[in-house]
């Protein structure tokens, strides 16, 4: 069974970091895109980014509202996904998924499985 | 805002059909992307119930289909049941921006 299991959420200061970490299971993770979309509370899904897989050198990508300031990785050894926060804002309130990209598609890839996502509150 | 516009809401009787619509521009759906749409019952993550514009995951009922013309894409939702009451966002690619996950703004469903 697929399982995706975000951790790492909590409140912070602004201009504070934070890292998510994200532990997969159930499926090769080193095949996989991995993304990760936030939600802002009473607000649609917002795409964050994305790490590619080992085929595809790794390459990330990331939405204009955080490029610069937050960084995804992977480490396909202990299956698992992570992003750096740094320089928080309040506007980066929201509950951060950690979503697998469907094998075989890019721009964009589906998502077909998402863990149950965890909250980041950005507040003095 | 997002370059996808969904309207915010629609709504149907049990057993009626209701379609969602995804508009875009060049830069994104008309320019050939596929459109991915997903469901998300309250309080939940968000499950992908078409990809590639009009394929069903397996365990998506056939009463969802997707579809996709010109700079639009539109989900359709038949036979409508209680538990389809939900919100649904449509995903695409869009060349002019950084990065490549857009999500639509969103369309919550409500069964009358």
Known sequence: ?124 | QSVLTQPPSVSGAPGQRVTISCTGSSSNIGAGYDVHWYQQLPGTAPKLLIYGNSNRPSGVPDRFSGSKSGTSASLAITGLQAEDEADYYCQSYDSSLSGSGVFGTGTKVTVL
């Not at chain 1, 970490?21 to 980014?49: I, N």
């Not at chain 1, 994305?50 to 990330?60: G, V």
């Not at chain 1, 490029?67 to 951060?96: H, P």
């Open chain 1, 1 to 124: 069974e697929v399982q995706l299991v975000e951790s790492g959420g909590g409140l912070v200061q602004p201009g504070g970091s934070l890292r998510l970490s994200c532990a997969a299971s159930g499926f090769t993770f080193s095949d996989h895109y991995m993304d990760w979309v936030r939600q802002a509370p009473g607000k649609g899904l917002e795409w964050v980014g994305r790490t590619r897989n080992k085929a595809n050198s790794y390459t990330t990508e990331y939405a204009a509202s955080v490029k610069g300031r937050f960084t995804i990785s992977r480490d396909d050894s202990k299956n698992s996904l992570y992003l750096q926060m740094n320089s928080l804002k309040t506007e980066d309130t929201a509950v951060y998924y950690c979503a697998r990209g469907y094998s075989g598609y890019d721009s964009p890839p589906p998502l077909d499985y998402w863990g149950q996502g965890t909250l980041v509150t950005v507040s003095s």
